[in-house]
């Protein structure tokens, strides 16, 4: 394919530059002469090292001792010093002297210098050493620049006296040879070329230069080129290559006329196809050589400007207004993006460029963009017109709901057909929420709305849903109440339930009900329901591949993987959303993803992970990153670092800032949010006064909001004030209040818990046997490591007793029941569904999916009915299961389970450890737990998801507590002892690798070698094969395994 390429004029010039189109085969031509030619080479690619001299070095193995020089010293703005380069340099002639004289140094990918950079000034030094004497050839895809012939004749290279000596096309032959490399198809360099530009002037220049053949370097005149190219190469061009060369006119400085040449009728047609494609655009945007388009992008404007005062149609003139608003948008330019659409057609025509552009900013999130693209709109009609206030009040509604509501009224009042913005601003205006903005009050009753949804209906489903995502942000951020946000996700998931092209068209409106929907179940605590949002943003991603999408979905899954304490997980989402953040540059995204991140680190203590995503949040552009909900929570974050670091005073200082800015923007929730943390602090400084007041308000604020969850988590504020002024029976009050809201709405984790203050209160809680059920079940999730206090006389007046462990049996009044025929095993599904569940209620509906999956609605509750009287009947009391509102649970005063035992057994037994207790002691406790623990839960029961996941859990639990144990009986000589528990819990659990592992490990340190080779040998085929290594190289030092 391709020419063959005559070397011989190389054989007396020092130095050869090989140069081509990317692609074009010059690296394959280079390596197929030095085959021929028999000569060893040392190959250096600076391809993708970006000028960075310390890559370099790592590539040529050179740097023996790394420590001299920082990759940071790299950067933009730093240099490196001369003696420095002369060491490096030194290193690299060593090395190539020690290959011998014939070797052949080639640098490929030489474009990749510049004039100025630190790989320039060390070649210099090279080719300036007088023993010097590899021959050298230069691969570029670039003809031979001036700094670089420069170069090349003031070196040793050339063995010419004069220094200050300029190469010109006569001396050049002497020491210098250029090549080219060429394809006998004229297209194929389009097929490998990315951008119409680059690959127009490469080729062009290629052709003029040297015809096909090997030449010397000709100074290049580029309007010559073009006109070459023009006469001999356009006529064979097929049309899309012919759109290629117009585009690139478009960009040239050198080819104004050729423009008016080209555009002739027939082309005519071809510039407005190109126009209205955009293919030029779409095709160049994602590569790396799409930045010579903005390089260029001045001369393309005015040569846009001539076009659309030609005789194009006024169809087309639009085109090229907004194809130049779309290049400035694509730059990150927006408001110059507008200012040109304004410049260039009439304001009118402006209205559907401002919403293009607006449309894309709210998908990508960037709302402080998008509310300075619409207040710097100069002409004042446009900027009060409907569209423009709209989506001024998306942009604000997170941040600041007044002002969204205000927004709102105006788009409302400019609007010639109301009825979508009446109910837009009905529904982000709530009289009862915004009482002290009166004059803004809606015509239409916002309860009614929801009871009438005719005028919902008569909206598009675009409107409906975006109408639906305005509201649900504005109750969201600004009135969490739960009432209406129940109301709001049920009119959104009926709205997403419509045609699948709306969600695929309106994939920004659909993100954001989705994740708004998703952190009203998270604050919330309702874990599955929030995973169902995952669900369907996944749904999402399926459809589209908008980088924004993925952005919020690592958000969302950190969010709620940190929220269900597996902080690990969360941090691996964290930081792809990061990663992927910054290289898209969704500054909000990545601000909020590091202030996740913050918050993960500080909910485990790491106090230097948290300062470190500190100080990134501070390198951070504030115009990207602080919007007034963003600034709200940096305080706040910042405040609690300060707080663990004891520095309380400080800490109360920002909680106190917080505060204020959040209620004069008039964000309720984050005005109770910070309450919560200043409340905290001030009680810790025994400022207890200030915290009472604020306490009071704040618990008068969550009521106003409905907020049962800040109502809750005030309360526990409440019980700690009463603690530290010693009021037992205020504190107990108050400690009955916020344990009765959590169980009823099933808050079983909180943003703002702080664990010390949570053992305490479940401590009281538990020895004053309030809400036990739900007390036991916050122990199970969180790992309180307390002890959780059992009366031993409550204990024996149980009716029912159930066993899962090892054996399923069902005890009333210390009589076995004995199972007979007509027991049927939905009865026992049931029981045990409900036994195994996380939540102490269960919705009715969960258990009709599980144990009906086949059965519809009415079926289903019927069959539920039934089972749930025969239970009931089964246990002897009615009493034994509760069910309120649709809900079911098991009645813990009623009933004893041994897995609520077990599990207290399990924290007293890590409590022991952890406090250094007597031998005796912890002995006794490791009795207790394997005397509850004869085996798995419910062994027998598999075809229920949940009870595996219950089975796990626990045995998880079981493991990593018999490894503190190991690990305390070892470090007290009790390997024996240890053996023995190890042996057992693993014949509960033969397929356990940690057992294995653990039980291998005290057999070897007891002596028993070839009994540990046996019992590997029997268990090897359950093992992978990193597995069966590991134990392997564990073996390996004190026995040989065969086999």
């Not at 639009?318 to 304001?347: M, N, P």
């Not at 949804?453 to 739960?482: D, G, M, R, W």
């Not at 909000?588 to 100080?615: H, P, V, W």
Request: charged share 20%; with cysteine.
């Amino acid at each position: 394919m391709f020419k063959s390429i005559d070397f011989s004029q190389f054989e007396n010039s020092p130095i050869l530059w090989v140069q081509a189109l990317p692609g074009a085969g010059k690296t394959h031509a280079v390596k197929q002469y030095l085959a021929t030619r028999k000569h060893p080479s040392l190959w250096l690619s600076l391809k993708e090292i970006d000028n960075k001299l310390s890559n370099f070095l790592h590539q040529l193995n050179l740097l023996t001792d790394s420590q001299f020089i920082d990759s940071t010293t790299l950067q933009s703005g730093h240099t490196i010093d001369q003696p420095t380069l002369k060491r490096l340099a030194k290193h690299t002639l060593d090395f190539l002297e020690q290959q011998g004289p014939d070797l052949f140094l080639v640098v490929d990918d030489f474009e990749k210098l510049n004039a100025d950079g630190e790989l320039t000034s060390l070649f210099n030094i090279i080719f300036n050493t007088p023993n010097f004497s590899s021959k050298t050839i230069l691969i570029s895809s670039l003809p031979l620049p001036s700094y670089m012939a420069t170069l090349i004749a003031n070196s040793q290279l050339t063995r010419y006296p004069p220094k200050n000596f300029l190469l010109d096309k006569s001396q050049s032959s002497k020491y210098l040879t250029t090549i080219s490399v060429h394809s006998d198809k004229h297209e194929w360099f389009w097929q490998q070329t990315h951008g119409w530009i680059t690959g127009i002037k490469l080729l062009s220049e290629s052709m003029l230069t040297h015809d096909f053949n090997c030449q010397n370097t000709k100074l290049i005149d580029y309007s010559t080129c073009h006109s070459y190219f023009k006469q001999k190469i356009f006529p064979l061009l097929s049309a899309n290559l012919r759109q290629g060369f117009i585009a690139s006119c478009l960009f040239d400085e050198f080819n104004k006329q050729e423009l008016t040449y080209l555009c002739t009728t027939s082309v005519q047609q071809q510039i407005e196809q190109l126009l209205s494609s955009d293919c030029f655009l779409n095709e160049t945007r994602v590569d790396s050589n799409g930045v010579i388009w903005y390089r260029y992008f001045d001369i393309f404007k005015q040569s846009l400007q001539q076009m659309y005062n030609t005789q194009l149609s006024e169809q087309k003139r639009f085109e090229i207004t907004r194809i130049t608003a779309k290049l400035y948008y694509e730059r990150g330019d927006h408001v110059r993006a507008l200012q040109c659409s304004i410049q260039f057609g009439e304001w009118e025509k402006s209205q559907l460029l401002v919403n293009s552009l607006a449309h894309n900013l709210a998908i990508e999130g960037k709302y402080l963009e998008l509310k300075s693209l619409l207040q710097s709109i100069p002409i004042r009609d446009l900027k009060d017109s409907t569209s423009c206030q709209y989506w001024l009040g998306v942009c604000t509604l997170p941040f600041n709901p007044v002002e969204a509501a205000i927004a709102f009224k105006r788009a409302m009042t400019n609007s010639n057909n109301t009825i979508d913005h009446k109910i837009t601003y009905q529904l982000a205006m709530h009289e009862e929420n915004l009482s002290c903005y009166s004059e803004y009050r809606p015509e239409i009753d916002y309860e009614n709305l929801f009871h009438d949804n005719k005028k919902l209906q008569t909206l598009s489903s675009f409107n409906k849903l975006l109408l639906l995502t305005n509201a649900h942000c504005y109750v969201l951020y600004a009135c969490p109440e739960i009432n209406k946000l129940e109301k709001l996700n049920s009119l959104i998931q009926s709205a997403l339930e419509g045609p699948k092209n709306i969600i695929r068209q309106n994939v920004g409106c659909s993100n954001v009900n989705i994740t708004s929907t998703f952190t009203d179940f998270l604050w919330r605590g309702r874990y599955k329901q929030a995973n169902d949002q995952l669900t369907q943003l996944g749904t999402l991603l399926n459809h589209h591949s908008n980088p924004y999408l993925r952005v919020v979905w690592c958000l969302i899954n950190a969010e709620l993987l940190l929220r269900t304490n597996k902080q690990g997980l969360a941090l691996d989402y964290i930081n792809k959303g990061i990663a992927l953040a910054g290289h898209h540059k969704f500054g909000l995204s990545e601000a909020q993803l590091t202030r996740i991140g913050m918050e993960c680190c500080l909910s485990t203590n790491q106090l230097t992970d948290a300062n470190n995503f500190k100080k990134t949040l501070e390198k951070m552009k504030p115009l990207q990153t602080q919007s007034m909900l963003g600034s709200i929570f940096n305080m706040l974050l910042d405040g609690e670092l300060k707080y663990k670091n004891s520095e309380f005073i400080l800490a109360q200082k920002l909680f106190l800032t917080a505060h204020q800015y959040a209620e004069q923007n008039g964000v309720l929730y984050y005005t109770t949010v910070a309450s919560i943390y200043l409340i905290d602090s001030l009680i810790n400084l025994n400022k207890l006064d200030q915290a009472e007041k604020l306490l009071t308000r704040g618990i008068k604020l969550a009521n106003t909001m409905q907020s049962f969850s800040l109502m809750h988590r005030l309360h526990i504020s409440r019980t700690l004030l009463h603690l530290a002024r010693a009021e037992a029976a205020n504190a107990k009050d108050s400690l009955k209040i916020t344990l009765a809201i959590g169980a009823k709405y099933q808050y079983y984790t909180h943003l703002f818990w702080k664990p010390k203050e949570m053992e305490t209160l479940l401590t009281l809680a538990s020895s004053l046997g309030i809400e036990k059920n739900y007390v036991t079940t916050l122990v199970e999730q969180h790992s309180f490591t307390f002890d959780i206090i059992v009366d031993d006389s409550i204990e024996q007046e149980y009716k029912v007793k159930i066993q899962t462990l090892g054996l399923c049996k069902i005890m009333l009044e210390n009589k076995t029941i004995k199972v007979g025929r007509k027991i049927k095993k939905k009865q026992y599904e049931l029981l045990y569904f409900l036994i195994a569940s996380s939540t102490e209620w269960v919705d009715q509906c969960l258990i009709q999916d599980a144990l009906w999956p086949d059965s519809e609605g009415d079926a289903a509750a019927q069959a539920l009915y039934t089972t749930l009287h025969r239970l009931r009947k089964l246990l002897g009391t009615k009493d034994a299961i509760d069910r309120i509102d649709g809900k079911l649970r098991i009645n813990r005063l009623v009933v004893n389970i041994d897995i609520g035992k077990l599990i207290t057994n399990l924290h007293s037994l890590v409590k022991l450890i952890e406090s250094n207790a007597p031998l005796s002691d912890i002995k006794i406790a490791v009795n207790n737990c394997f005397i509850l623990y004869q085996g798995e839960f419910l062994p027998a029961e598999d075809n229920i998801a949940l009870i595996r996941a219950k089975r796990e859990l626990l045995q998880t639990r079981f493991i990593q507590t018999l490894e503190k144990t190991v690990k305390y009986l070892k470090s007290s000589s009790q390997r024996e002892y240890a053996l023995t528990l190890v042996t057992h819990a693993f014949e509960i659990h033969p397929t356990s690798f940690k057992l294995l592992d653990m039980r291998i490990d005290l057999m070897v340190v007891r002596g028993f070698k070839a009994e540990a080779v046996k019992l590997f040998k029997q268990n090897q085929t359950l093992l992978s094969a990193k597995q069966i290594s590991r134990i392997s190289r564990k073996l390996q030092n004190s026995v040989s395994i065969i086999d």
